[in-house]
C-alpha cells in the first residue's frame, strides 16, 4: 500500500469511507440512510429546551426527530429555561441509546430543525486526508471489508517485537493490555521497548477505527519505566487527537488516557446487547456481497442473492436499487446473517 490510500464506497443504504496509512486501517467513517440527520457530527439545529437536570449540569434539547433528545452540557453558572429555542451544533453523535452531545451557538426561533447537515463521508475524508483522491468500486468494498474486521478485532501481534496487544470496552474504561513474547537471542529490554512504543502506536490506531472515547487505561511492559521515554511515546502516537489528555505513568506501569467521544462506536452500530450483527447490519452485507459480485464480473447478465426470509424483505428495495442486473430471493435455508450469490439461471 502506499503511505495514504482512501477508499469510498457508496451504496443504497450506506457509504462507507476508509483511510489506511502505511498499510494500517486508521479510520472508518459509515454512514446510513436510517440515520437521523439531526444527530450527525457537525449538524446544525434549532431545539427546544425540553427539560433541565440541573444534577447533571446540563439540558436535554429536542432537535424535532423525538427521542432520544440531544444533551447540551451546561456551565456552572449557565442559565438556561424550559421552552426556550437555541441554535446548537452537535459535537458527538449518540452512543449506549443515549442522543447526541450538543454545543450552544445562540439563540433561536421556529419550530426544532435541521438547519445544516454535518458533512457526509467524501467531504469527512478529504478533511482526514487532503489531497487524496479516494478509490471505488471493488478496491474500495473489499478495503472496507478488511477495515471492519480489523475494527472488530480485540488483539494485534506482532512477532518482529514481541508485541501481544489487547484491547476491551467495558462500561467504565477501555482497557489496553500491552504484552511480549520474548525470543531467544533477542535484546530483551530494548525488545520490550519497541513493543511498547509499538503497542502505544496500535492501542491509538484501534481506538480512532472502532471510534472508542472516554478513560483509557494502558498497561505497558516492565515496570520501573522511564517516565519521560514513555510519555514521549504516548504522546507521539495520539499526536492526532488535540484533545487527549494524558495522566502520569503509575510505579505499577500503567498510563491513563481521556478521549472525547465523537463517532457512534462501530460496534453500537453493528452489534446488538448480545454481541450479534443487528438486523440492519445484516441486511446491508447482503446488498454489499450483491454489489460486490456485480462489479467484479460485469459480464454475467444477473446475479442473484439468497438470505433469510427477514433480510430479504428489507433488503428487496436496495437490491432494486442496484439496477436490473441484480436479483433477491428469500430463503428459509439460508442462515441468518449468511448470504449466497448465484448466476441466474
Same mark, same amino acid.
Given at each position: 500500500?502506499?503511505?495514504?490510500?482512501?477508499?469510498?464506497?457508496?451504496?443504497?443504504?450506506?457509504?462507507?469511507?476508509?483511510?489506511?496509512?502505511?498499510?494500517?486501517?486508521?479510520?472508518?467513517?459509515?454512514?446510513?440512510?436510517?440515520?437521523?440527520?439531526?444527530?450527525?457530527?457537525?449538524?446544525?439545529?434549532?431545539?427546544?429546551?425540553?427539560?433541565? %437536570?440541573?444534577?447533571?449540569?446540563?439540558?436535554? @434539547?429536542?432537535?424535532?426527530?423525538?427521542?432520544?433528545?440531544?444533551?447540551?452540557?451546561?456551565?456552572?453558572?449557565?442559565?438556561?429555561?424550559?421552552?426556550?429555542?437555541?441554535? @446548537?451544533?452537535?459535537?458527538?453523535?449518540?452512543?449506549? /441509546?443515549?442522543?447526541?452531545?450538543?454545543?450552544?451557538?445562540?439563540?433561536?426561533?421556529?419550530?426544532?430543525?435541521?438547519?445544516?447537515?454535518?458533512?457526509?463521508?467524501?467531504?469527512?475524508?478529504?478533511?482526514?486526508?487532503?489531497?487524496?483522491?479516494?478509490?471505488?468500486?471493488?478496491?474500495?468494498?473489499?478495503?472496507?471489508?478488511?477495515? %471492519?474486521?480489523?475494527?472488530? #478485532?480485540?488483539?494485534?501481534?506482532?512477532?518482529?517485537?514481541?508485541?501481544?496487544?489487547?484491547?476491551?470496552?467495558?462500561?467504565?474504561?477501555?482497557?489496553?493490555?500491552?504484552?511480549?513474547?520474548?525470543?531467544?537471542?533477542?535484546?530483551?529490554?530494548?525488545?520490550?521497548?519497541?513493543?511498547? /512504543?509499538?503497542?502505544?502506536?496500535?492501542?491509538?490506531?484501534?481506538?480512532?477505527?472502532?471510534?472508542?472515547?472516554?478513560?483509557?487505561?494502558?498497561?505497558?511492559?516492565?515496570?520501573?519505566?522511564?517516565?519521560?521515554?514513555?510519555?514521549?511515546?504516548? /504522546?507521539?502516537?495520539?499526536?492526532?487527537?488535540?484533545?487527549?489528555?494524558?495522566?502520569?505513568?503509575?510505579?505499577?506501569?500503567?498510563?491513563?488516557?481521556?478521549?472525547?467521544?465523537?463517532?457512534?462506536?462501530?460496534?453500537?452500530?453493528?452489534?446488538?446487547?448480545?454481541?450479534?450483527?443487528?438486523?440492519?447490519?445484516?441486511?446491508?452485507? @447482503?446488498?454489499?456481497?450483491?454489489?460486490?459480485?456485480?462489479?467484479?464480473?460485469?459480464?454475467?447478465?444477473?446475479?442473484?442473492?439468497?438470505?433469510?426470509?427477514?433480510?430479504?424483505?428489507?433488503? #428487496?428495495?436496495?437490491?432494486?436499487?442496484?439496477?436490473?442486473?441484480?436479483?433477491?430471493?428469500?430463503?428459509?435455508?439460508?442462515?441468518?446473517? #449468511?448470504? /449466497?450469490?448465484?448466476? #441466474?439461471?
Amino acid at each position: 500500500m502506499a503511505a495514504v490510500e482512501v477508499f469510498l464506497d457508496e451504496m443504497p443504504g450506506e457509504t462507507r469511507g476508509v483511510i489506511a496509512r502505511n498499510g494500517r486501517f486508521h479510520h472508518l467513517i459509515i454512514q446510513r440512510d436510517s440515520d437521523r440527520p439531526s444527530d450527525r457530527l457537525g449538524a446544525r439545529c434549532v431545539g427546544r429546551l425540553a427539560r433541565v %437536570e440541573p444534577a447533571l449540569r446540563g439540558a436535554f @434539547v429536542d432537535l424535532g426527530a423525538g427521542e432520544p433528545f440531544g444533551f447540551l452540557p451546561l456551565g456552572v453558572n449557565e442559565k438556561v429555561g424550559e421552552g426556550s429555542k437555541i441554535e @446548537v451544533e452537535v459535537t458527538a453523535e449518540p452512543r449506549e /441509546r443515549k442522543g447526541p452531545v450538543l454545543r450552544r451557538l445562540g439563540e433561536a426561533s421556529g419550530e426544532p430543525r435541521l438547519l445544516t447537515a454535518g458533512p457526509d463521508v467524501a467531504a469527512i475524508l478529504s478533511i482526514l486526508a487532503p489531497g487524496v483522491a479516494p478509490q471505488t468500486g471493488v478496491a474500495a468494498i473489499r478495503a472496507t471489508l478488511e477495515a %471492519e474486521e480489523d475494527a472488530l #478485532a480485540a488483539c494485534v501481534v506482532e512477532p518482529s517485537c514481541g508485541l501481544d496487544l489487547m484491547i476491551q470496552r467495558t462500561r467504565a474504561l477501555i482497557a489496553v493490555d500491552i504484552d511480549h513474547a520474548p525470543a531467544p537471542g533477542r535484546d530483551s529490554r530494548k525488545s520490550r521497548e519497541t513493543a511498547n /512504543r509499538e503497542g502505544l502506536t496500535h492501542a491509538a490506531r484501534l481506538l480512532t477505527l472502532k471510534g472508542w472515547g472516554g478513560l483509557v487505561v494502558i498497561d505497558l511492559i516492565g515496570a520501573g519505566l522511564h517516565g519521560d521515554t514513555i510519555m514521549k511515546g504516548v /504522546r507521539a502516537a495520539f499526536a492526532s487527537e488535540p484533545q487527549a489528555a494524558f495522566g502520569p505513568l503509575s510505579r505499577f506501569g500503567l498510563m491513563q488516557v481521556s478521549l472525547p467521544w465523537r463517532r457512534t462506536p462501530l460496534d453500537e452500530r453493528w452489534l446488538d446487547g448480545a454481541g450479534r450483527l443487528t438486523l440492519e447490519t445484516r441486511v446491508l452485507a @447482503v446488498v454489499r456481497q450483491l454489489r460486490l459480485a456485480l462489479l467484479c464480473d460485469p459480464a454475467t447478465p444477473r446475479f442473484i442473492a439468497r438470505c433469510q426470509p427477514e433480510e430479504a424483505g428489507l433488503a #428487496a428495495p436496495l437490491v432494486l436499487a442496484l439496477g436490473p442486473r441484480a436479483g433477491l430471493v428469500a430463503d428459509p435455508s439460508v442462515a441468518a446473517g #449468511a448470504v /449466497r450469490i448465484e448466476e #441466474a439461471r
